[in-house]
Structures are given as C-alpha cells and as structure tokens.
C-alpha cells in the first residue's frame, strides 16, 4: 500500500538506513517542511532523501528526474537561526521505490511510495560480513595514508545488513555504485557487491596514493535547495 511522503531531493547523496545525515536548511520550501515536521503531534517526523540521477535540482519532470529507490530520514535534532534557517540532524531509517511524485500539493515535492521490506535472514550473510569487515579496515586505513591521517580501526557492527549500510554510506564510492547498493535487496547480496568495490578501490587508491576527486563522495554537510 502506497504512502505519501516529503521529498529531499539531493544532488551526489545516497542515504543508507542507519546512516547520520546533518542538513542545512536555507530555501524556505524547507524551511516549512521543517516546520510542519516539528509540529508534528504524534507520527515519526520524516522526510524521503532521494538522489538526484544527475546534477543538483531537479526540473519540471521530477519523477524522471530522481532515482526510483530513496530513503526515509527521521528528524533527530533541530537548531533554528534567528532569520528561519535550520540545521538539522536526521538519520536513515527505512528504504523506499518511489512510485510517483506531485508537484503543487505542497512547495516542496510529495512523492507516492512503497517500503520496502528489511533484509530476510542469510546463512551466508555473517560468513560475508567477517570479509567484509576485513577488507573494510583495509581500505580505510589505505584512505587514512593517501589522505596523510591516522585514524584509529573503528569498531564495526557485526550485524550483516548495518555493516553492509555502513561501508556503502562510508566508502568513497561513485553515486551509481552507492545508489545501487541501496537499491540490491538481501544482505548478502549487498556484502558480495561491496567486496568487489571494496578490492577495486583499494586496489586503485594504492596503486594511485591518492583519493579520486570525480567520484561523486558523500557530503556529510548539504544545503538544501
């Protein structure tokens, strides 16, 4: 059954269910979604993020426009400028297909979706994630040397489908390898996908020694327009 939801449509940003996603809110399209999000009564306070497939705004024909598959984010923390504008807090929770979008109910776009259904349990999936976990570390500290830095191992979930959010929201990855990891359903069908671009990257920093700059990165910190 189809449920409508707001919609942040964002230019080069994937969002993964468990991944943190700060926002600076200036336009005043959301600056009222905000609004009505904090005086909600009652129900999650949450907007769809869904990429844009190319570029940073999205035109007359916004359903062509966006990737089929997006993210819900819930409002966790929200700090208001004197002259309107917000910085919020939110973070992925559920991943959605969009079915369809309208223009003109609202300022901002509404869009009709579908949720779709957590991770079924994998036998092969906690086998994949030790793997991952791996080659995750090593990748990372392979980022930390090109970048010149020295980070401490971070301590990873052992869940397979949060692990497997994690590296797609934490890796440097090109928006149609991150969007399609959001898009692939079953853990283990995640985890299979990130090892080869997990080999692929390492592989390419090291023989680079340097971070790719093409490669469409996650911003942690967007404005939104």
């Given at each position: 059954?189809?449920?409508?939801?707001?919609?942040?449509?964002?230019?080069?940003?994937?969002?993964?269910?468990?991944?943190?996603?700060?926002?600076?809110?200036?336009?005043?399209?959301?600056?009222?979604?905000?609004?009505?999000?904090?005086?909600?009564?009652?129900?999650?306070?949450?907007?769809?993020?869904?990429?844009?497939?190319?570029?940073?705004?999205?035109?007359?024909?916004?359903?062509?426009?966006?990737?089929?598959?997006?993210?819900?984010?819930?409002?966790?923390?929200?700090?208001?400028?004197?002259?309107?504008?917000?910085?919020?807090?939110?973070?992925?929770?559920?991943?959605?297909?969009?079915?369809?979008?309208?223009?003109?109910?609202?300022?901002?776009?509404?869009?009709?979706?579908?949720?779709?259904?957590?991770?079924?349990?994998d036998p092969?999936?906690?086998?994949?994630?030790?793997?991952?976990?791996?080659?995750?570390?090593?990748?990372?500290?392979?980022?930390?040397?090109?970048?010149?830095?020295?980070?401490?191992?971070?301590?990873?979930?052992?869940?397979?489908?949060?692990?497997?959010?994690?590296?797609?929201?934490?890796?440097?990855?090109a928006l149609?390898?991150?969007?399609?990891?959001?898009?692939?359903?079953?853990?283990?069908?995640?985890?299979?996908?990130?090892?080869?671009?997990?080999?692929?990257?390492?592989?390419?920093?090291?023989?680079?020694?340097?971070?790719?700059?093409?490669?469409?990165?996650?911003?942690?910190?967007?404005s939104l327009?």
């Amino acid at each position: 059954m189809a449920e409508t939801l707001p919609l942040f449509p964002l230019g080069h940003t994937v969002l993964f269910p468990g991944a943190v996603l700060p926002l600076h809110v200036f336009e005043e399209r959301y600056r009222e979604l905000v609004r009505t999000l904090v005086a909600r009564d009652g129900g999650p306070r949450r907007f769809g993020v869904v990429a844009i497939r190319q570029g940073w705004e999205v035109g007359a024909d916004a359903v062509r426009a966006l990737h089929g598959v997006g993210c819900a984010a819930e409002l966790r923390r929200v700090s208001r400028y004197p002259d309107g504008r917000f910085d919020i807090i939110t973070m992925g929770s559920q991943r959605f297909r969009l079915l369809a979008v309208a223009e003109g109910l609202r300022p901002y776009l509404v869009g009709d979706v579908e949720w779709l259904p957590a991770d079924p349990p994998d036998p092969d999936a906690a086998a994949l994630a030790r793997h991952v976990a791996t080659l995750f570390g090593e990748y990372m500290a392979t980022v930390a040397a090109a970048r010149d830095e020295q980070v401490a191992p971070a301590e990873l979930p052992t869940d397979p489908s949060m692990l497997s959010y994690l590296v797609a929201s934490g890796a440097v990855l090109a928006l149609e390898d991150r969007q399609a990891l959001l898009e692939t359903s079953g853990a283990a069908t995640r985890l299979r996908a990130e090892l080869r671009l997990l080999k692929r990257e390492t592989t390419m920093l090291r023989r680079l020694r340097a971070l790719p700059t093409s490669t469409g990165e996650l911003r942690v910190t967007q404005s939104l327009s």
